[in-house]
């Protein structure tokens, strides 16, 4: 047996052993939102690190173990003058990170941002439906993106397609023929306010960037979210 050919088997035999650790220990996640927080930090200072977050959101799922599997399959399977290049790629591929879910914060422009958790699979009308349902009115339209991004409009794409894990900083946007003054949440979400410090929410993903303005709506379409339901 070759060199290459025993490096090969070693890395199929850690993506199966990687496979039956994952079948034997994944659990559902909920597609969220979960663990949901208010807060206000005193210098907008609000992306979360990704060195604190919780163990479980690089955990390897079974459908992401098989998917190492097949991977390392083909890549026995490749050209012999592509295999060391491959298998270089299949190491990096075995130290990456999994992530299961994303810590997402949505910054309003008064300072004040809600916090929750959602599955990597959780579509992305699962986030702007939290957020509707925790403004003051409810109904108003809005937009979400990360700094210097374009605004999260197609409610299908997956939290993970939107890059937006394992943690992410939203900016919260009205169009500006709208007019929504503060405060933006309930009254209820802010009698659990949580007052942070600019040292307990460390800058991170997103940052604090220009806002990123919403396009202008139709005026007989700005009373309703893109993404809301026909």
């Given amino acids: 047996m070759s060199e290459s050919d025993a490096s090969d088997t070693d890395l199929l035999s850690a993506w ?22 208010v807060m206000h930090a005193a210098e907008n200072n609000a992306a979360p690190r990704t060195e604190d977050l919780p163990a479980d959101f690089f955990s390897l799922t079974a459908e992401e173990a098989r998917s190492l599997v097949a991977a390392a399959h083909a890549r026995r399977a490749a050209d012999s003058t592509l295999r060391t290049r491959e298998t270089r790629e299949a190491e990096a591929a075995r130290r990456r990170r999994m992530y299961r879910k994303a810590m997402v914060r ?8 809600i916090q929750a958790t959602f599955a990597v699979g959780a ?55 709208e007019v929504h003054n503060p405060p933006f949440l309930r009254a209820d979400l802010l009698a659990n306010i949580e007052q942070r410090t600019a040292e307990e929410l460390p800058q991170g993903y997103g940052g604090a960037q220009p806002q990123v303005l919403a396009a202008k709506l139709p005026e007989q379409e700005k009373r309703v979210p893109k993404w809301a339901p026909k």
């Fill in 123 to 177: 579509p992305i009308s699962r986030v702007l439906t939290w957020v509707a349902n925790s403004l003051r009115e409810p109904n108003h339209p809005f937009e979400l993106a990360v700094a210097r991004g374009k605004p999260l409009d197609d409610p299908k794409m997956t939290v993970g397609q939107a890059e937006l894990a394992p943690a992410a900083l939203l900016n919260f946007h009205v169009p500006r023929n």
């Fill in 106 to 113: 949505v910054r309003f422009p008064d300072g004040t941002m």
């Fill in 16 to 37: 199966a052993s990687l496979l039956a650790e994952a079948e034997a220990n994944a659990k559902d996640v909920a597609l969220g939102p979960s663990n949901i927080k």
